[in-house]
């Protein structure tokens, strides 16, 4: 009752053009960003923000990235680990070489380097496709787990092998290091993704966006009809690395804030890979639904025994949290194999027909 | 200048100097060799039947090690242990098939590779649960594999007696899967379905114990190579890792190709080996991560489809 699009006319060009065209969406998205700008900082304690808020932000972003690359451009990749490591430690020897400079301009350039990196690891696109690919976007993941692990130039030679996040401020406020508050790295987490989300909004119902729809449902018939192919892979590619350098930069400077190469493993890449597929290939509130989904599972199996007072040791619970997290993806994928963007999509039809069936 | 020397002439100068040493790398990342091809075949065997890409071989493999380990260490012989940890992956294949695969029919390879990668998560936990966490020995001797080492060349050259038996085994391997995949009515039938399982339908060939059998098969190589892999280091869930090694077996090889998967594992871990030695120094050791994956990268800019792939054809 409340849902319906019937009387929003549209009577200009730009009304017709909006990002969200339904007024209730418009207001829906209104209130989710006003929510978490305004009042989740004042609400939400330091464990929330902390463990859950934070990485489901970059999370999201993450996924948002290879969203954009697998289910817009339909090019599998399982580098997204080794992107988020290129941005994270670009983002470091940036921040040590120019120490004077505003970090958030920083976090935001250390997401080029990553782009030039997902250029070059973008190349074999042209030739190859679907599995072979993924598997060649391995060659991504491994080369820099490795790199960033053996040449010491790119830990500044420190002793641990970590890289530690030194404190910068953001006009006069520290928003990274050990003295920033978590409520200061919580907004600036919120306005990288925000921004970033909203480009993407309207980078795939642009040009670039309908060019990499068109390649993904069927590359050769895209290409006779007159987009060409390469460049917009390449481009695919660039962009959602950025992403990915972007958030492997704020997972280490505003999450972890001291981090070794290992964090971004393969397991990285792949937890992504189920964020995008759980929430929803080709669909940017599913990057976001599936992040919520990755970040909140483990956490709610390891607690829900504590909560219900049930006595188990931290190591089976471990091993539950696999099993369950195993079988929960299968389970998904047989229920639902659009993910949970699609379970919105389709509640969304019965609250527009609501209360008659169709 | 000196830097090209060191990289492109010094290496071949370190080999013709001391050729028994060249022999022994060689013989090593032949061994290494064997058992990526035994890994890439599990996958092989799977994609051609099912269209599956079974991100799950690699902990199939440690899943069969740790459940033969973990029989014996619980007071069970050998010679009990080893059929049961067969029947063990029997019930593993039929239950990936019936509560994976079958609901999974149709859907699009994405979805059916991240429920594989779904029953990696489940296997870990589970094997986890059941045997614990803690790396294991692999009972070698009892087993009746043999151990210790032979040499050649006054002792220049060693060569491993579980090596040796591992490419005996794994050749014996091989020649059953031909005759089996040749001359047996399953096998014909599982050609066909790999061939066109539509059409194999169609002649009544029935697709869902195909694709048990098929994991079955997978399930038995990947015993072989946990075995094998565990005699040489322990059984753990590291192990696992040497799935992502046998990943540029197949892109060298092809995703269909028996042949392939061989031919590519012994590419790969020959050249992985030599890549190391003489190479991996100058830039700082351990490429053998990687060094795979970009041997196969470049090969693929060459040969979308791999050494032995079939022709990618595309109709619009």
Do not use: H, T
């Given at each position: 009752m409340l849902y319906r699009e019937a009387g929003q006319f549209k009577t200009t060009y730009i009304r017709d053009q909006e990002?969200?065209?339904v007024k209730q969406d418009r207001w829906g998205i209104f209130v989710i960003i006003g929510f978490s700008f305004i009042i989740v900082p004042l609400i939400a304690n330091d464990y929330w923000l902390q463990a859950i808020l934070i990485p489901f932000l970059i999370y999201s972003l993450s996924a948002l990235g290879l969203n954009l690359l697998t289910g817009y451009a339909g090019q599998l990749s399982l580098g997204t680990g080794g992107f988020m490591a290129v941005g994270a430690y670009a983002c470091y020897k940036l921040v040590t070489v120019f120490p004077e400079t505003n970090v958030i301009i920083l976090i935001l350039i250390s997401g080029l380097f990553s782009a030039g990196i997902g250029l070059i690891f973008g190349i074999p696109s042209l030739r190859i496709k679907g599995f072979y690919l993924a598997v060649a976007t391995l060659a991504a993941q491994f080369f820099f787990e490795w790199l960033f692990g053996r040449v010491q130039w790119f830990y500044n030679?420190?002793?641990?092998?970590a890289i530690e996040v030194p404190v910068r401020n953001f006009f006069d406020i520290a928003v990274t290091g050990p003295t920033a508050t978590t409520q200061a790295r919580y907004m600036v987490v919120l306005c990288i993704v925000t921004v970033l989300a909203l480009v993407a909004v309207n980078l795939v119902r642009g040009r670039i966006g309908r060019a990499w729809m068109a390649i993904r449902d069927m590359d050769i018939a895209a290409e006779l009809i007159g987009i060409r192919p390469f460049p917009t892979k390449l481009i695919a590619f660039a962009i959602s690395s950025y992403y990915a350098g972007v958030a492997g930069a704020l997972f280490v400077f505003t999450y972890l804030g001291s981090a070794e190469v290992?964090?971004?493993?393969?397991n990285m890449s792949f937890e992504i890979l189920f964020m995008v597929i759980i929430g929803g290939l080709g669909s940017i509130s599913g990057a976001f639904l599936g992040a919520a989904f990755i970040v909140l599972i483990p956490i709610l199996i390891t607690n829900l025994p504590l909560i219900l007072g049930i006595p188990i040791n931290s190591a089976t619970v471990e091993h539950f949290n696999f099993m369950i997290l195993g079988a929960l993806i299968v389970l998904f994928l047989i229920f639902e194999p659009h993910g949970l963007a699609k379970i919105w999509s389709i509640v969304r039809e019965k609250l527009r027909a609501w209360p008659f069936p169709y | 200048m000196e830097i090209l020397t060191t990289i492109f002439i010094q290496p071949f100068f370190d080999m013709a100097a001391d050729p028994i040493l060249f022999l022994q790398v060689i013989w090593e990342g032949f061994v290494t060799g064997i058992l990526y091809s035994l890994i890439a075949l599990g996958f092989v065997l799977i994609f051609k039947a099912s269209g599956v890409f079974n991100f799950a071989q690699g902990i199939m493999v440690v899943f069969a090690a740790l459940t033969l380990v973990g029989l014996h260490e619980n007071g069970i012989p050998a010679y009990i242990a080893l059929p049961i940890t067969i029947l063990v992956m029997y019930a593993l294949a039929f239950s990936v098939e019936r509560l994976v695969l079958r609901p999974l029919v149709n859907q699009p390879d994405i979805i059916l590779f991240m429920a594989t990668i779904g029953v990696t998560f489940f296997l870990i936990g589970f094997g986890e649960f059941i045997f614990g966490g803690e790396p294991k020995m692999m009972i070698t001797e009892e087993l009746l594999l043999p151990y210790g080492s032979i040499t050649f060349f006054d002792d220049m050259l060693i060569l491993q007696e579980i090596d040796i038996a591992a490419s005996g085994i794994a050749a014996l391997a091989l020649i059953f899967l031909a005759l089996f995949l040749g001359k047996t009515k399953i096998g014909i039938a599982l050609r066909a379905v790999a061939d066109d399982n539509q059409a194999a339908l169609s002649v009544g060939v029935s697709l869902n114990t195909i694709w048990v059998l098929v994991w079955f098969i997978s399930g038995i190589i990947a015993l072989i190579t946990g075995i094998m892999w565990g005699a040489k280091s322990d059984v753990s869930f590291a192990l696992s890792i040497i799935a992502f090694k046998a990943l540029p077996v197949l892109i060298l090889g092809g995703f269909t190709s028996v042949q392939g998967a061989i031919v590519g594992g012994l590419i790969i871990g020959i050249g992985e080996k030599i890549g190391e030695f003489y190479w991996g120094d100058l830039v700082g050791g351990s490429i053998e991560s990687w060094l795979a994956y970009m041997i196969a990268l470049v090969f693929l800019l060459f040969r979308p489809q791999g050494l032995f792939g079939e022709k990618i054809i595309e109709r619009v």
């Open positions: 990002l969200f065209p030679y420190n002793n641990s092998g290992e964090v971004f493993d393969i | -």
